[in-house]
Each structure stands twice: as structure tokens, then as C-alpha cells.
């Protein structure tokens, strides 16, 4: 894949810390990215550039299917996004209404870069407010409506796998598909960007795609 050179891990690093500096500054309504190393073994110190995005501790929730809006928020900071809008030109704020009986849940993201596949792989796992884990099928009731839409086109879908840098069970979208949309992604560019430029928008093209399916949508301003 044109996206990654001779040091795969290291690129993913360059675009990673890029990405997440793009996000810190244009999508205020969520926490930023952080960058983690993976886990050392006792009997080995792994690269410094082996590790992965993290942001953690997402409130998601689907309101009422009346309203044909579907949102998720950052409970924390009271910060609020809508996504899947009429206008996709536009990212609205948007104020999330919990129903008294609707108990919070939170999802955790991880981009990962997959060695076998030579793409970013999104992780995420989701829970309740008491830590219980949330099974899929629960999961899939709270994705907004765009998510049955993307899931739909045949691209990618969800599995549980053991994450590869924490090694416990996690859900991901399977990157089967993701090399070949992105080469035609970046090939349909007449502009023909350097190497450093596509490091830097790797990400952010790669992200438009695959967060609609969690309702994180990217701002336009993002790619500026």
C-alpha cells in the first residue's frame, strides 16, 4: 500500500500523531486522541513507535426513532455531536436527551495498525456505567441509523477478535476491504500528494469512512 514505506510502524506513528493533532483542534466536542505504547513484556522493551490511538469513555446513545436523529456525545464535558444529518456538509451541535429509564453506555475506540492487512484497524468495546461489557447485539441497538447503511455496503463488518496490543477480546471493524476503497480514495486525487502529505491524511480520509459507522463524524474544517 502506497500509504506505508519501508518502516510501516513508524509511518503509522507520523500519521497517528497527525491525525490526532487535526482532531484536537477542529472537534472540540470530544476529548482528543492519545497516543499509547503498547505494553512491554518483562523480557522485552517494544519500539517507541509501537502503539496505538486511543479515545476512551464515549457516551453513546440512540434517542427515540421519531425524532430520525442519531447522535452521540461525550458525557463528561457536556459536549454534544450530531451525526447522520440531512445537510452532510454541515456538523451540527446538537443537545442529547436521555430518557430516565435509558441507562448510559460507553464505548472505547483504539486505531490499531494491522501488520497482516497494512491498514489502521478500528477497536472499540463498549460497556455500562458499572463496567459490565456490553454484548453486541446491544451494541448494534445503539449505533445510529448511517451505521446499518454503512455495515450494508459490504466493506467491512464486525467481528471480536483479541486486540493485538492489549490481548483481551475486543470488537473490531474488519479492514477486509479498507486497502482497496483507500487506494481508490487517494488514486481519484489528480493532485498526486507527496508522501508526507498522504502520511498526514491518511487517517483523516481513512476516519470519514469508518466513524460514520459510530456516528463520529469528521468536521470539514478538519481537513483544512
Same mark, same amino acid.
Request: some cysteine; glycine content about 4%.
Given at each position: ?75 463528561? *464535558?457536556? !459536549? +454534544?455531536?450530531? $451525526?447522520?444529518? @440531512?445537510?452532510?456538509?454541515? &456538523? ?66 464486525? *467481528?471480536? !477478535? +483479541?486486540?493485538? $496490543?492489549?490481548? @483481551?477480546?475486543?470488537?473490531? &471493524? ?51
Amino acid at each position: 500500500m502506497f500509504y506505508i514505506g519501508m518502516e510501516p510502524a513508524k509511518d503509522f506513528r507520523i500519521g497517528a500523531f497527525a491525525f490526532a493533532q487535526k482532531w484536537e483542534s477542529c472537534n472540540l466536542a470530544f476529548p482528543p486522541w492519545s497516543w499509547l505504547p503498547c505494553p512491554k513484556h518483562p523480557w522485552l522493551a517494544p519500539p517507541e513507535e509501537e502503539g496505538y490511538l486511543s479515545l476512551e469513555k464515549i457516551c453513546i446513545s440512540r434517542p427515540n426513532e421519531e425524532e430520525d436523529i442519531d447522535q452521540i456525545s461525550q458525557i463528561d *464535558t457536556g !459536549e +454534544e455531536e450530531t $451525526c447522520c444529518s @440531512r445537510n452532510e456538509d454541515v &456538523l451540527d451541535d446538537a443537545t442529547l436527551v436521555q430518557s430516565n429509564h435509558h441507562e448510559l453506555h460507553y464505548c472505547d475506540f483504539h486505531i490499531v495498525y494491522s501488520s497482516t492487512f497494512r491498514v489502521p484497524v478500528l477497536y472499540f468495546r463498549a460497556y455500562c456505567s458499572d463496567g459490565r461489557p456490553l454484548p453486541l447485539d446491544e451494541i448494534e441497538k445503539e449505533l445510529p441509523a448511517c451505521a446499518s447503511k454503512e455495515l450494508s455496503k459490504k466493506w467491512t463488518f464486525i *467481528t471480536q !477478535e +483479541e486486540h493485538p $496490543c492489549l490481548k @483481551r477480546p475486543w470488537y473490531k &471493524l474488519h479492514p477486509c476491504g479498507t486497502a482497496e476503497w483507500m487506494k481508490l480514495l487517494f488514486l481519484s486525487d489528480t493532485a498526486n500528494p507527496k508522501f508526507e502529505v498522504v502520511l498526514e491524511l491518511y487517517l483523516l480520509s481513512w476516519f470519514s469512512v469508518v466513524g460514520q459507522v459510530f456516528g463520529l463524524r469528521i468536521s470539514l474544517k478538519i481537513s483544512n
